[in-house]
């Protein structure tokens, strides 16, 4: 963790790196940029069209105006990428360690072990059967054995029997991870291979690791200020919108980003030995926030920059893929999210007393018999850095936000905050302690038109490689970039999209950490298909 030694003499440190976009992916390139690439920091521009980096690892908010995460994602020992990275970010609580240090640890002390993963009719399910035929085991064994080109661009429901997507497995899988049926079933498929080890304690959920707060305070935080400490530039509130190149031989070289600050456009030019890294898309773009008296807007019309900066670049060559593939499906690629944040402990006593699990053990609590297919988690609190010790926060999504409630009969997207915590509190049977409760909670919706888009359908060439053949100085990163055999939705796919465009950019003799494969562990696969026989 000490700080790295600059040698003015190396010439590699006189380059200039620019990021475009402030999320994970950027945030890791730049600190593997300083780490391994021995970047002078103050050479390396962070563009953020925001005034906030972190991307879609975001938390913010307070007691009084209540606290919003649009999203959260879980970590598992197999994200080795990520580990790598917050092996060498020292803990802001306590800079001695890393924070790799203080997610073990905060593992260690608090496991996660599910009571209540299943609910139906206010009763809590027996999962400790997946519920499979005959039928879904040999199709999922299928699926695993044939060819991603096999696939093509197949839906999961083109795959599987419709009874498939009625067992405990389906409805505890895809709302761990955000699948629909009509998702891609190369994406499922690489899943079903990525997360192999987590089949025997899907019911439980043992496998996930948890930060001890929301994944901006614990994770994009210290990256960040790690990052300034160091001298890295962070340009907010900067439009990128578009890239000029020019051509040498087969290779095109970016030359020039033009970009709108303060309503002024500006263009900057780029060095021949300098290189720009683009976070491409964004799966939280155009989210709309709503309160307890309205319902957030749904928009489609692309108003925050990534996609409309991708498919500018697009055009320009074929290698720089197809944005079209995943902006332009709002139908099958949105959910809502809400946060919650309630005065007082009344609502996480009445769900500790339901589940059995105290806030931090229990992971998902899903309602299958949902029409908004919901969900919700307790995390263990305080959530926030700086929460009040009377003040609690829970999260919770929808993965079918079209349909009508089953006790409000409107649209989840249609409701207010009041509503969605009325139909939530119906399902747990909660009735007696309803007033109460919506007194004391503030509960903020969340519209997420683009939040799966990466699982939609897709063929080859329709994400770009992180560095495209014809590119000489310019990768991309982040969720739509092809990582052969990774999984999107991720925080370790945008790192190790981080790490591969480093290493390639630079030409290190290092190359990202190879993928953790638990599929070619025997007693794995063993374990597994004792689960699928249950």
């Not at 730049?30 to 005034?51: C, M, R, S, V």
């Not at 972190?54 to 020992?77: I, K």
């Not at 305070?217 to 990256?223: F, H, M, Q, R």
Request: aromatic share 12%.
């Amino acid at each position: 963790m000490n700080d790295l030694y600059i040698n003015a003499n190396n010439p590699i440190q006189h380059r200039k790196v620019y990021l475009i976009g402030g999320g994970i992916a950027s945030l890791a390139s730049a600190a593997y940029f300083i780490k391994d690439g021995q970047i002078n920091p103050a050479n390396i521009t962070i563009y953020e069209e925001l005034n906030i980096a972190g991307g879609s690892l975001d938390g913010s908010g307070s007691p009084e105006d209540g606290y919003v995460m649009r999203g959260g994602r879980m970590l598992n020992f197999s994200y080795l990428c990520t580990y790598d990275l917050f092996s060498f970010i020292p803990s802001l609580a306590d800079p001695g360690i890393t924070v790799l240090d203080e997610i073990k640890a905060f593992n260690q002390n608090l496991k996660t072990h599910s009571l209540a993963r299943l609910v139906e009719g206010g009763q809590i399910l027996d999962v400790s059967s997946m519920g499979f035929s005959n039928k879904d085991r040999l199709d999922l064994i299928e699926i695993m054995a044939v060819s991603e080109s096999h696939l093509g661009t197949r839906r999961i429901n083109e795959w599987f029997e419709p009874e498939f997507f009625k067992t405990n497995f389906w409805f505890m899988w895809d709302t761990m991870f955000a699948f629909q049926p009509w998702h891609s079933a190369v994406e499922f498929k690489r899943y079903l291979h990525r997360f192999i080890h987590e089949f025997k304690r899907i019911n439980t959920l043992a496998g996930v690791d948890r930060t001890p707060y929301n994944q901006f305070d614990s994770l994009a935080k210290p990256l960040i200020e790690w990052l300034k400490q160091r001298g890295v530039q962070f340009e907010m509130g900067v439009r990128v919108t578009d890239l000029d190149f020019s051509l040498t031989g087969e290779k095109k070289t970016v030359e020039q980003i033009q970009l709108v600050k303060d309503g002024q456009k500006k263009s900057i030019n780029i060095r021949v030995n300098d290189m720009v890294l683009v976070t491409i898309g964004s799966m939280t773009a155009d989210s709309s926030l709503g309160s307890m008296h309205s319902a957030p807007l749904l928009i489609s019309d692309k108003r925050d920059g990534c996609w409309q900066l991708w498919e500018t670049i697009a055009k320009k060559s074929e290698q720089f893929g197809h944005p079209a593939v995943f902006d332009n499906r709002v139908d099958e690629s949105k959910w809502e999210s809400f946060t919650v944040t309630c005065q007082g402990t009344k609502f996480f006593a009445l769900m500790e007393e339901f589940s059995g699990n105290k806030a931090g053990t229990g992971g998902l609590v899903t309602f299958k018999d949902s029409n908004w297919l919901m969900s919700i988690v307790l995390a263990f609190q305080p959530h926030f850095i700086g929460q009040p010790d009377n003040v609690t926060v829970f999260w919770g999504y929808g993965l079918y936000p079209d349909k009508a409630g089953n006790f409000v009969k409107k649209k989840m997207s249609d409701c207010t905050g009041t509503e969605i915590l009325t139909e939530l509190f119906t399902h747990l049977e909660f009735d007696e302690f309803i007033d109460e409760l919506l007194k004391a909670s503030n509960c903020i919706p969340c519209m997420l038109p683009y939040i799966t888009s990466q699982f939609l359908t897709r063929a080859p060439g329709d994400r770009p490689q992180v560095i495209p053949e014809i590119s000489e100085n310019l990768a991309f990163i982040g969720q739509f970039a092809e990582v052969p055999d990774d999984v999107v939705f991720t925080v370790e796919y945008s790192v190790r999209t981080a790490q591969t465009a480093v290493y390639g950019l630079l030409e290190l003799d290092k190359k990202p950490i190879p993928l953790y494969k638990g599929d070619h562990h025997i007693d794995v696969l063993f374990d597994a298909l004792k689960t699928t026989l249950t």
